[in-house]
T-cell receptor, first 111, second 113 residues
Framework: KQEVTQIPAALSVPEGENLVLNCSFTDSAIYNLQWFRQDPGKGLTSLLLIQSSQREQTSGRLNASLDKSSGRSTLYIAASQPGDSATYLCAGGGSQGNLIFGKGTKLSVKP | AAGVIQSPRHLIKEKRETATLKCYPIPRHDTVYWYQQGPGQDPQFLISFYEKMQSDKGSIPDRFSAQQFSDYHSELNMSSLELGDSALYFC????????????FGPGTRLTVL
């Protein structure tokens, strides 16, 4: 059974800092890895999708990598801003498309 | 761009009542997923439909059922509600499974009193 773990559970950084969020998964037979952002009490906003055949994806200040062999993915946020404060969730996609989520990393970017 | 629509956004029910949540996927998306997110928890997969057929089943209680209609909208029916059913219920849609991006709706917040 797929299990997804995110470290750290919470992170506080000053504005402008570059940071890395970590995600690990137990079953390397994932079909994709998706990163989401969730604001308190709100829905999930898709940030990046990495398919199993890919190594990384980039969107603006965000870069996500995937290493299936080691069961790891990272989300790199460059030049963080207070508006980046949110909970970041990673999720592994199974063969039927259902996502298994980690418990998230709560990011706080201080002005 | 059109997004996933969920209704209602908020719902308050008493114990043992029934509730129906609706989901309207992004146009042309053929797959719908339902997730449940309890307070302080990560989303848990409930059930999915592909081309109007049930595709996969997760941790959905027997008291819950769901279906996808000919216009691709989906409904999650919840009966004999319990206090523990209070949660955010998300619907997501994708165009092609299993490797396409899932886009989530804003969620329905269900409160069971």
């Amino acid at each position: 059974k797929q299990e997804v773990t995110q470290i750290p559970a919470a992170l506080s950084v000053p504005e402008g800092e570059n940071l890395v969020l970590n995600c690990s998964f137990t079953d390397s037979a994932i079909y994709n890895l998706q990163w989401f952002r969730q604001d308190p009490g709100k829905g999930l906003t898709s940030l990046l999708l990495i398919q199993s055949s890919q190594r990384e994806q980039t969107s603006g200040r965000l870069n996500a990598s995937l290493d299936k062999s080691s069961g790891r993915s990272t989300l790199y946020i460059a030049a963080s801003q207070p508006g980046d404060s949110a909970t970041y969730l990673c999720a592994g996609g199974g063969s039927q498309g259902n996502l298994i989520f980690g418990k998230g990393t709560k990011l706080s970017v201080k002005p | 761009a059109a997004g996933v629509i969920q209704s209602p956004r908020h719902l308050i029910k008493e114990k043992r009542e029934t509730a129906t949540l609706k989901c309207y996927p992004i146009p042309r998306h053929d797959t719908v997923y339902w997730y449940q997110q309890g307070p302080g928890q990560d989303p848990q997969f409930l059930i999915s439909f592909y081309e109007k057929m049930q595709s996969d089943k997760g941790s959905i209680p027997d008291r819950f059922s769901a279906q996808q209609f000919s216009d691709y909208h989906s409904e999650l029916n919840m009966s004999s509600l319990e206090l523990g059913d209070s949660a955010l219920y998300f619907c997501a849609s994708s165009f092609r499974r299993p490797v396409d991006t899932q886009y989530f709706g804003p969620g329905t917040r269900l409160t069971v009193l």
